[in-house]
């Protein structure tokens, strides 16, 4: 396996830090061509990919830990893997030695997770929502593994009040835990996102707000949605922090969300982070929206896309050689398609099945 020369420079985290950082975004990125396939090959009929933006989600669910709570939507497949899986148990060996020198893996099964998470996409029975609904529309609640995944509404902007809410029960708990939620730069626009995050500055909230910006609402360019100069300079007005990242980064994105995650801790509120990347699909695979971005900025925002910038800073660093960077991809591939093999064979949901519309437990009494 090739692996890095000890003496080479570290960049903002350690070198075995950066080896983390980048398998899972490696893993993200293949998640999401291997989907990509399958819809072009028609064995799917819908795909909203997330290609470009690993570059902030999976930093972003890095800097929470087991118990805090994490609110994704359609475009957030690097921190849902982030936040799920252990690399050792689905990679043993890649990474030079256990240790988790960013974040210590929830205690849940990883090769089970990555399965159910496969079967949801494609609306199987063994996925989370049992095959009531295909995609990124579901929850997956398991405190004992402190996991407390809020899937995406579809009407975006109404994720963030759902997401100040969660924050909101989590300092009632007395605890230290935190609610992380992104949103596109569109759902800045909506009246959902003034009242949610006006409560959470009010209220002193634990919550991290992160405006995807990927300079299109759909279709509509930034320049036709909101006159202020960035998205992020909104926070002024709601007294909380402000901070605007390249989203292409993940080590400026990591150090942005440590520190608002740091100060959500602390009980000193919430913070407003904008991360600004390249738009390199369409809102959903086969519409018609990507034709909007000029052929200049789409070539602009491939040069500059996470994966391949990272890589190559890793080699230029010495962090790793291509060998390793190879292998990496070659066993991201393997287990992807052994498991969503597996998940494509899995048993559909009995169509007569009803789904339970109240949370377990005894009713109380009147």
């Not at 009531?132 to 405190?143: A, F, K, Q, T």
Request: aromatic share 8%; glycine share 10%; hydrophobic share 40%.
């Amino acid at each position: 396996m090739g692996k890095a020369m000890k003496d080479a420079p570290q960049g903002v985290l350690s070198r075995a830090a950066q080896l983390e950082m980048h398998l899972f975004m490696r893993l993200a990125r293949e998640w999401d061509l291997r989907f990509e396939t399958m819809y072009l090959t028609g064995a799917l009929s819908k795909w909203y990919s997330s290609v470009g933006n690993e570059g902030f989600t999976v930093p972003a669910a890095t800097a929470i830990e087991a118990g805090d709570a994490l609110l994704t939507l359609h475009r957030d497949s690097g921190a849902i893997l982030r936040y799920y899986l252990d690399p050792d148990a689905l990679f043993p060996g890649l990474l030079e030695a256990p240790g988790f020198p960013l974040r210590k893996p929830t205690t849940a099964d990883s090769h089970d997770l990555l399965y159910r998470l496969s079967c949801q996409m494609l609306g199987k029975a063994d996925g989370f929502s049992g095959g009531v609904e295909r995609s990124y529309h579901y929850g997956h609640l398991d405190e004992p593994n402190g996991l407390l995944h809020v899937g995406m509404i579809s009407h975006l902007g109404a994720m963030i009040p759902v997401a100040a809410g969660a924050a909101l029960g989590l300092k009632q708990r007395g605890t230290d835990r935190v609610a992380i939620n992104f949103i596109g730069d569109g759902a800045t626009s909506t009246g959902d996102f003034h009242e949610a995050l006006n409560m959470a500055a009010v209220l002193k909230l634990p919550f991290i707000l992160i405006i995807e910006n990927n300079h299109y609402a759909f279709s509509t360019p930034t320049s036709q949605q909101f006159s202020c100069s960035h998205l992020v300079d909104r926070a002024v007005g709601y007294g909380i922090p402000g901070v605007r990242v390249n989203g292409n980064d993940p080590e400026e994105s990591y150090v942005a969300l440590s520190e608002a995650v740091a100060r959500a801790r602390r009980g000193d509120g919430p913070t407003l982070i904008e991360a600004v990347v390249g738009r390199l699909r369409g809102h959903s695979q086969g519409d018609d929206s990507f034709k909007q971005v000029p052929p200049a900025l789409v070539e602009q925002y491939q040069r500059e896309e996470p994966i391949v910038t990272y890589e190559a800073t890793l080699l230029e660093r010495g962090v790793c050689n291509q060998t390793y960077l190879d292998e990496t991809q070659a066993r991201i591939k393997s287990l992807l398609i052994e498991t969503i093999d597996r998940a494509q064979a899995a048993p559909d949901p009995d169509p007569n099945h009803v789904r339970p519309i109240f949370a377990d437990g005894d009713a109380p009494h009147a």
